[in-house]
Structure formats: C-alpha cells, structure tokens
C-alpha cells in the first residue's frame, strides 16, 4: 500500500477490525459448505467481520487492487528492462511502482475498501518491485563483473526485503505507527535506484566498469539491505500533515524541492542518504542518552 507509508497505516486500521481467531480447519469446512463454493470458480473468500461479527465475504475490491497491479507489473518491467540493459527505463518503473505503492493505500482508506487479502497482495507486489526489481538493476547495471560475489550481494538485499515485509506483516499493531522498525523496502529501493540513476548521467567521471565502483555499489546494496532489518527507527511523517509547522519549514520544502529538480536523481539520492542517516543518528542518541 503506500511506499510502505500508506500501507501501515492501512494496516493498522485493519488489524483493529480483524475477525476473532477461527481455526483452519473450521474455516475450511464453513468453506466448502458455502452454497456458493464450487471448488472451481475463481473466487476469494475471506472472513470479515461486519456488525462486530466475523463473517464470510466474496470477491475483492476492485480500485486499490487495480492499483497494486500496476506497481505489479512496474515492477516486472524493471526486471525485463534491467536484463535488456534499459538501465534508466528500469530505474523509472522502479519510481513508477513507489508512487503507485502509496497511491493504493490511501485510494482503500478513501474508499474504505481495506482487506485482509489487499494486505498481503500488498506485500507480494512490494517484494517484487522493492526487493527483487532493484537487485536485479543494480546486478545488471554494476555488480555482473563481480561473479558470485556480485550475485551474493544483490540476493542479500532481495533476501532482507523479504525478512523486512515479512517482520513488518507479523508487528502490525505492535509498534508506534509514528515510526518504521528499519528502512522500509520503498525507501532502501529508491536509494540503490537512485544511485544507479546517477551513475548513468555522470559515467563520465563513474565509469560503469570501474573495479572501485562496483565494490561500491556491492557495499551499497548491502548496506541497504541491512538497514531494512535493522531495530533503526525512522520517523514515518504519518502525521506530519495532520499538524502545523512553523512557516520556515515551508521555505526549507521549496529549497529542498529547487536542489531535487536541479538534479533529480541526484537530489533524491542526497535526500535519500540524509534519511537513513537521520535514523541512524537518532538511535544512537538515544542510546548514549539512556546510558546516562
């Protein structure tokens, strides 16, 4: 659902009205004995709970799982470019499914259109264009050259995009929806994305095959990778728009906006950059503050 934003939010509205536990095996047989189960129609049926009772819906709704097929399928052709050497393509399709991420969540809030089964649809969607779409890139862009040292890499970042979503999906409602339990999966894919944006537009100083730059951009995937499953706390911004900001901050958002379109993907990376940091430094002081 959203960058991975929108999605927890709409995640924790919907742990709340999640059903009370109904066995596996009960549910399956309310299943079967369903009038309209026929063990052949293409169907999903779901228990929700409707009036304060848990009941057995059909079908899905329709907007926000549109949606997340399309971040889908933004995600599959990054993969498809990526392999092609459309490095620049795939990189935008890769921005193209974050925005589409975030579009989902907030058009089922809107629509009230939230599901158990648009959660983990969701999550798959996410695994593929923020886990697996941004390794294969960086793995064909840089890391290739590198053998199975480049391939190790860039499955380690596709390996903690899965820990990360999977930890995410088993915390909803256990942690401050203020704050993100390590880089969330949209953010870590924009900064390997990024960077490989940059280093297409200035491969007259990168230098594609450089030995330098391809260990860099190994000790970059997997940093990234790493900060996903970290116990790091990011500030989510959830509700950043529900209070006011003294007007500087204001001034500083148009700067921030003129540097980013003075060079995009360089703006993004540095923005991206500073983020992660800021986590990193927050947990550190309050470690150092606790301490004493």
């Known amino acids: 659902m959203t960058t991975e934003q929108s999605s927890d939010n709409s995640a924790n509205d919907n742990a709340k009205s999640q059903p009370p536990f109904v066995d596996e095996h ?13 063990g052949l129609t293409f169907e999903v ?3 929700e709970v409707a009036e304060g009772k848990a009941v057995i819906s059909r079908g899905v709704y329709l907007a926000p799982n549109l949606i997340t097929t399309l971040s889908l399928l933004s ?10 050497g459309e490095f620049y393509t795939a990189a935008l399709a890769i921005f193209l499914s974050t925005i589409l991420d975030g579009a989902d969540g907030r058009v089922a809030r809107m629509l009230n259109a939230q599901s158990p089964f648009g959660e983990q649809y969701d999550s798959l969607a996410d695994m593929l264009a923020f886990g697996v779409a941004p390794a294969i890139l960086i793995y064909s862009f ?14 380690v970042f596709t390996a903690c995009g899965a820990f990360r979503l999977a930890r995410f999906n088993v915390q909803i409602g256990e942690v401050d929806k203020k704050y993100f339990v390590g880089l969330a999966s949209p953010l870590a894919a924009i900064l390997v994305t ?17 030995t330098a730059v391809m260990l860099l951009f190994a000790a970059w995937i997997v940093t990234c990778g790493l900060l996903m499953v970290s116990n790091v706390k990011y500030y989510s911004f959830k509700e950043f728009d529900k209070k006011k900001v003294p007007f500087v901050v204001l001034i500083i958002g ?8 003075y ?11 500073i983020y992660a ?9 309050a470690k150092v503050k606790s301490r004493n």
């Open 26 to 38: 009960e549910l399956n047989i309310r299943l079967a004995d369903n009038e309209d189960y026929d």
């Open 45 to 47: 049926i779901e228990t």
């Open 75 to 84: 995600g599959f052709y990054s993969i498809l470019a990526s392999t092609q």
């Open 142 to 155: 840089a890391l290739e050259p590198l053998g199975r040292i480049g391939l190790a890499c860039a499955f």
């Open 194 to 210: 990024a960077a490989v944006m940059v280093a297409v537009d200035h491969n007259e100083w990168v230098g594609q095959y450089d």
């Open 254 to 261: 148009v700067l921030v906006m003129s540097i980013v379109l």
């Open 263 to 273: 060079d995009i993907p360089v703006g993004i990376l540095a923005i991206g950059i």
């Open 277 to 285: 940091l800021s986590g990193i430094f927050t947990t550190m002081k």
